[in-house]
């Protein structure tokens, strides 16, 4: 996989010398007709949590700034890979943003190769510091057939907590500010309204987590929620890890899920966006009143370019996640 990100990042660059050249001569065409038009701010985020974060923060001055985001397409952050487009937009932008787990391994490989010497780039994980948590196995939980036994393995979904958005955003505003001094106050300005936005859905999370009778939640899915349920304390039984690429449950994960349903006389088993609910259907199946209800709490880990057209926020996603939770919880 090493060879052939070299590869393509060598087919980037071939490719984007010849266009830095096209790009030069339009410069210079521009400046000849004394239009003077300011160049866009270029930013590159990974994933949909990011590029929405940064869209808010830049708020009034988005027009003047251009924002990719990669993964636009539905594929998910842990099977992505890099185009030679994508590693192109990265070399050359101002401002960086991408999350930082195992994942993301394809990134360092890219910078390496960056352009432009004044790039700012931000990784979510280093900047969570302690805060992030490694992958649990937890009782009854499916052993992850590619599992490292050796190295420690981060919980990369950290974007699934309020708590941790609020910090984060706060440094994607350090960042724009670092890039764009200019417009220091407008950042600042939208950080502080944006952060109010999210203390008060963290909010309504818990007092929808402080009046339920059910502290805990099944998933017959993987399971990228850790950072959710520890935020509100609350206890969580799943067939995988977040990150687990296993797609098939074993008996004995089945049984012991339809075990937890009985024992704790759950009324739901969560799945995940994108997934076809059969593990969740056999586990509710397997249980004895064989009446939970599937429900799908979203990990917008499959956002697409089409979803950000029709409209779809980060708030959006957690206030819609919010309700399934308290429907979860009853």
């Known amino acids: 996989m090493k060879r052939v990100l070299a590869i393509i990042i060598a087919a980037a660059f ?13 410069e210079e065409g521009s400046a000849a007709k004394g239009t003077g038009a300011p160049e866009k701010l270029q930013i590159v985020t990974t994933i949909f949590p990011i590029y929405d974060w940064v869209q808010n923060i830049l708020g009034e001055n988005a027009p003047h700034a251009e924002v990719t985001m990669l993964l636009d ?25 991408y999350v930082g787990g195992e994942s993301d391994a394809w990134v360092s490989d890219a910078l390496e190769e960056a352009v432009n010497p004044d790039m700012v780039v931000v990784n979510l994980l280093e900047l969570l510091g302690d805060s992030v948590k490694e992958e649990e196995l937890k009782e009854g939980m499916q052993e992850d057939k590619h599992e490292h036994e050796e190295d420690a393995e981060y919980d990369e979904h950290v974007w699934l907590s309020l708590r941790n958005a609020e910090v984060l955003c706060e440094k994607i505003e350090q960042a724009l500010e670092e890039i764009d001094p200019d417009c220091a106050d407008i950042y600042q300005k939208n950080l502080e309204s944006y952060n ?15 009046k339920a009778s059910v502290k805990t939640l099944l998933f017959g899915d993987r399971f990228p929620f850790r950072y959710l349920v520890d935020d509100y304390g609350l206890d969580y039984f799943a067939a995988f890890v977040g990150c687990s690429a296993e797609t098939e449950a074993s008996f004995e994960t089945i049984t012991f899920l339809a075990g937890k349903v ?7 088993v969560l799945t995940i966006e994108g997934g076809d609910g059969r593990i969740a259907e056999t586990i509710v199946q397997t249980s004895k009143a064989k009446d939970a209800k ?37």
């Open 73 to 97: 397409n539905g594929v998910d952050l842990h099977s992505y890979q890099p185009t030679v487009e994508d590693i192109m937009k990265i070399s050359t932008c101002d401002l960086f943003v």
């Open 262 to 268: 009985d024992e704790l006389s759950l009324h739901t």
């Open 196 to 210: 109010g936005k999210l203390q008060a859905l963290d909010a309504e999370y818990e007092a929808v987590v402080s």
């Open 14 to 26: 071939a490719i984007g010398s010849l266009a830095a050249c096209g790009n030069r001569s339009a």
């Open 294 to 330: 599937v429900l799908s709490l979203n990990s917008m880990q499959s956002v697409t370019a089409k979803d950000v057209q029709a409209g779809s926020t980060y708030l959006s996603m957690m206030e819609e996640n919010l309700k399934v939770l308290e429907e979860a919880l009853k």
